[in-house]
């Protein structure tokens, strides 16, 4: 009896450890009994980002990141390879840097073209994925170093070359800047020192547009003078070219006066000019700007005109002059863009020339012409001119009834009241720097 239970003991044993055995063999072939997985089901890593090209601006060492998972959760680790991956480095989070910042001007690359490949490698211990990537360097003008204008021939549409003109180029206050120079042939021939006058374009516009319609090369012609149409920038917030002259322009970052300042010496260098005899005009927003070189480069500014301008708060509390300077205005009475009246962004025109005329200490009365209606509109206008200033200079305006936010000029298929080139010269060549020439 106890034989037979014994056996029946020993037999359940063996039935018993025979299923274990079993049963770890099953485990160990469907990987299992340990917790890890096996390589066999692992998942490779992955690199998602969309793009595999990137603009970095000069002078920063933040280049992109690395946006990087693995599907099964396994911590990731990173890695660089590739042409230029010496100058990069990439923390675990996959930020991409540069070592050192790049320099726009002296590129480190391997094609010295700005233009940096590497590879990006990303691993969790046993699978990795990998993703090819360009970082292209931009410039940042803030740190070019200023250069000379250099100057070809002035090319219009259709490859016409202009006759005595010029476009000229140049880097300064860490920006292109460019310019038309006119030069009439006379200016050597006379070999008599040539008078400056800077004929500054309207918000939105362009040099050569002005240049176009200012009609001031007939001018230049007939009495010697140089010509600078200058352009200017473009104004961040709204992609516009404009003159840093405050009031709507007030988030504006650019030097237009030492660049101005820059082409009076550019032109002192390379011409024979009078140093005494500078003057602006503009349309619009380049007669704000002549305001701005009256109050703010006075020493080399012999006297202004402005066309359809005026001052904006800033240029009218902040204005420096240090010499009597001759002021014109030209104004239309159906101006909507500088009212007359003024606006929150501009003085109002009587309130600019009682300014200048209680600066120049004139006469508060003015003598008064008419303007002859020469357009046929039944308009014509007024000529207001302050005298009995200091050294003999002069305060003038020229309103005009039927004028609207226009260059009132002879040419072209309208004829105006007036001719600005020719009104705006005869009144500059009555002065110079110290007033009145004799």
């Not at 880097?171 to 040539?194: C, H, M, W």
């Not at 176009?212 to 007939?222: H, I, K, M, P, V």
């Not at 003085?347 to 008064?368: A, R």
Request: with cysteine.
């Amino acid at each position: 009896m106890d034989t037979d239970w014994e056996a029946t003991l020993i037999k359940s044993r063996r039935t018993h450890y025979s299923l274990l055995l079993f049963s770890l063999l099953i485990l160990n072939a469907c990987g299992g009994g340990g917790g890890g997985g096996s390589s066999d089901n692992n998942r490779s890593p992955f690199i998602n980002n969309s793009s595999s090209d990137y603009d970095v601006q000069e002078n920063q060492t933040e280049a992109f990141t690395v946006t990087a998972g693995d599907p099964d959760g396994d911590q990731i680790s990173f890695s660089l390879s590739g042409t230029d991956a010496s100058n990069f480095s990439i923390d675990s989070s996959g930020d991409v840097s540069f070592n050192t910042a790049p320099d726009f001007e002296n590129p480190v690359d391997e094609g010295a073209d700005n233009t940096y490949e590497l590879t990006v490698s990303v691993s969790d211990g046993s699978l990795s994925a990998a993703k090819s990537f360009t970082v292209t360097i931009t410039d940042d003008p803030s740190d070019n170093p200023n250069t000379e204008p250099t100057c070809d021939v002035y090319i219009t549409e259709g490859d016409i070359a202009i006759q005595n003109a010029e476009q000229c180029e140049m880097t300064r206050g860490g920006l292109f800047r460019e310019f038309i120079k006119y030069v009439p042939q006379s200016i050597d021939a006379n070999n008599v020192s040539a008078p400056i006058v800077f004929v500054l374009h309207g918000y939105t516009s362009y040099d050569d547009w002005i240049f176009d319609y200012s009609n001031f090369q007939t001018q230049a012609d007939e009495h010697g003078l140089i010509l600078i149409f200058p352009q200017g920038s473009i104004y961040q917030p709204t992609q516009a070219t404009h003159w840093n002259v405050g009031g709507w322009t007030s988030q504006s970052t650019t030097d237009d006066i030492d660049f101005i300042d820059s082409i009076i010496d550019y032109l002192d260098g390379n011409y024979f000019v009078n140093l005494n005899r500078i003057y602006s005009t503009g349309m619009s927003n380049g007669g704000f700007m002549s305001y701005v070189l009256a109050c703010q480069l006075s020493h080399r500014i012999a006297g202004i005109a402005s066309v359809t301008g005026s001052m904006t708060n800033q240029t009218f509390n902040e204005c420096d002059a240090k010499h009597p300077t001759p002021v014109m205005q030209i104004h239309g009475a159906k101006d909507n863009t500088v009212p007359y009246e003024g606006n929150n962004n501009m003085k109002p025109i009587d309130d600019v020339m009682e300014f200048w005329v209680n600066y120049n200490s004139c006469n508060v009365t003015p003598s008064e012409t008419v303007i002859e209606d020469n357009d046929d509109d039944g308009l014509g206008g007024t000529i207001s001119v302050y005298n009995g200033c200091m050294n003999d200079v002069s305060v003038e305006l020229y309103y005009l009834d039927g004028l609207g936010h226009q260059w009132p000029s002879i040419k072209g298929t309208r004829v105006f009241d007036i001719d600005s080139a020719s009104v705006i010269w005869e009144f500059f060549s009555k002065y110079n720097v110290d007033g009145l020439v004799e």
